[in-house]
């Protein structure tokens, strides 16, 4: 068995559940797990132990998990797989708006969260690569992405990217002026294992265009080819 370095977040007031995750992914090689019990420990535990991946309970005891994701977006870019008893369009997307990464409906495979797991920590993995001629620094036009530093910026000034929006955003610096169909979008960014729906894609670009464009209702630099999918412009005079 692989021993995983990577540190895992449960964040669940049902402690049954969250021991049942606990010990499949420890059987699965996952070596360093925390567990929380209510939104507040959730993101005390996040800032002191910064774990790469959270599994993290919509209904908790004090705040939901919504907030905590929102709040916890505010300093970190760990990947978010929300867990809920919902399995509604609205509540996924809403999980993905706020800053989530996947969403899992309960009842669940415990095999299934691991295969998610995993699935998250090799698009962290991914960012990480070194882009083509091993720059680790891409630019296109006002923006620049630091994949060493997990950074991004529009024209010296940080952008505020969840972990999935930075993904995204990294793989289309990666391939400017080209168009990227969506079912490219889904296998590079979100991974075999993710539940995906075409308005998810278009949620978080819409979230990136807010934060990348002077006018995000009339885009510039990341632009729809109607039928085709989405191309990143890298010069947009």
């Known amino acids: ?77 760990c990947s978010i797989l929300f867990l809920s008893s919902r399995n509604d369009d609205i509540d996924k997307i809403l999980g993905l708006s706020c800053g989530g990464d996947d969403y899992i409906t309960k009842p669940f495979s415990p095999r299934e969260v691991v295969y998610r797991v995993k699935a998250q920590l090799r698009r962290q993995k991914y960012s990480l690569a070194a882009s083509p001629g091993n720059v680790p620094v891409l630019k296109a036009g ?30 289309l610096m990666e391939n400017t002026d080209k168009i990227i169909s969506k079912e490219r979008l889904y296998e590079q960014v979100w991974g075999e294992y993710s539940s995906i729906c075409d308005n998810t894609i278009m949620v978080h670009i819409r979230h990136l265009r807010e934060k990348i464009e002077d006018t995000p209702s009339k885009p510039k630099q ?4 109607k039928g085709l999918g989405y191309k990143l412009r890298k010069r947009t005079d």
């Open 142 to 171: 006002p923006l620049s992405l630091d994949k060493e530093s997990g950074r991004a910026y529009r024209s010296g000034q940080e952008i505020p990217l969840t972990g999935r929006e930075f993904l995204l955003l990294a793989y």
């Open 222 to 225: 990341l632009i729809t080819v």
């Open 1 to 77: 068995m692989k021993i995983m370095d990577e540190k895992i977040l449960l964040v669940d007031d049902e402690r049954d559940i969250a021991d049942l995750m606990e010990e499949v992914l420890t059987q699965d090689g996952f070596c360093h797990i925390r567990k929380a019990y209510t939104g507040a420990e959730a993101l005390a535990v996040c800032r002191e132990f910064e774990p790469h991946v959270i599994i993290l309970d919509i209904m908790l005891p004090d705040l939901d998990g919504l907030e905590v994701c929102r709040k916890i977006r505010e300093f970190s870019y």
